[in-house]
């Protein structure tokens, strides 16, 4: 029984637009430290696990090989989606590389982690849930009524329910009342025990999976196949309906970076920060002083300047979806 680390790696990161683009999403970009947010993922958890299993695509496959070269970690397993088809498909190809008791710990390649041996002690408290058959997600204790992150119902390892990205008062209640944790999207279970509850509650996917994955040229799954896999979340099509799953309460400092606003609470807290100026958050190699002006985002990169209100962090994957449609050349 090994392992597995899935590291999944498809994401664009629309809300950090321009630091983050389609050449280069935010998992590449090289803004902590000398490492990325892909280096660290994989460095963090091949500390835990005994192989590693990567599920790219084909425009970014070439970025995590180069990454992988630069920390001296090799994958045991390529996995290239010629068509993103959302996360309960990516974590089936990685679950149909490994044996069917190989424990595999899904993880996405953009979230940062703070606290190593917190996140150790939870990776193997899951471990020993998915050995006995569980499928496992990950519930951060909520620090703040953030409405940018799905919720989980818990008592004690139990869920009670999964909830959606709720408005700014549902968030405050469910700060308050403390029976609700952040969903993570990090996930520990058997490889078999997710096929066999993928193809019970969503059949077209497990087939249609499959059908890709039995099919994949020198590890590059085939466009034809891929177009015909149903594009669901991992949250939607198994998590919220298995009646199999259990959660790890944890604590070690993760966010998945999702927004400025986020990223901002993550470099406020090192001192030596350099893009941090009091309560404004500024990427940009030019030098940039700002005056009498609060709370601000200003990001410079390329061809393209943001400048925002850092409470209005989510809304620039608006911005972003209205360029893919107006001017594509500025996201590439």
């Not at 470099?267 to 030098?287: I, P, R």
Request: with cysteine; net charge negative.
């Amino acid at each position: 029984m090994k392992k597995v680390n899935i590291l999944l790696t498809g994401g664009v990161g629309s809300r950090l637009w321009p630091l983050s683009k389609k050449s280069r999403p935010k998992q590449y970009v090289p803004i902590f430290g000398d490492r990325t947010l892909f280096q660290l993922s994989a460095l963090r958890n091949v500390a835990v696990t005994d192989e590693l299993a990567v599920i790219c695509n084909e425009g970014n496959a070439d970025l995590s090989k180069s990454n992988l070269e630069q920390i001296d970690i090799s994958a045991d397993n390529w996995i290239v989606e010629s068509e993103a088809r959302n996360t309960a498909a990516a974590v089936a190809f990685g679950a149909l590389a490994c044996n069917e008791e190989d424990l595999m710990l899904v993880t996405p390649a953009d979230h940062i982690i703070s606290d190593s041996q917190a996140y150790k002690a939870s990776v193997k408290r899951a471990f020993e849930l998915a050995a006995e058959g569980s499928l496992v997600t990950f519930g951060l204790k909520p620090s703040r009524p953030e409405t940018g992150y799905g919720y989980i119902e818990f008592e004690g390892e139990t869920v009670r329910s999964f909830k959606e990205k709720p408005d700014l008062k549902t968030a405050k209640s469910y700060l308050k009342e403390g029976r609700f944790l952040w969903n993570s999207g990090i996930f520990c279970m058997k490889a078999g025990v997710y096929l066999r509850e993928l193809q019970k509650y969503r059949p077209d996917i497990a087939d249609s999976a499959r059908k890709a994955f039995e099919n994949r040229s020198n590890n590059v799954l085939p466009a034809k196949e891929s177009s015909q896999i149903p594009s669901e979340s991992i949250d939607f099509a198994v998590m919220e309906n298995s009646q199999n799953i259990k959660v790890v309460p944890s604590d070690f400092g993760w966010s998945d970076l999702g927004s400025y606003e986020s990223l901002y609470d993550y470099f406020s807290a090192d001192d030596e920060s350099n893009v941090v100026q009091g309560t404004n958050l500024v990427f940009s190699k030019k030098h940039v002083e700002i005056i009498g002006l609060e709370n601000l985002v200003v990001v410079e990169k390329d061809d393209a300047i943001l400048i925002l209100p850092k409470d209005q962090s989510q809304s620039v994957k608006d911005v972003f979806q209205r360029l893919e449609r107006e001017r594509p050349e500025l996201l590439e």
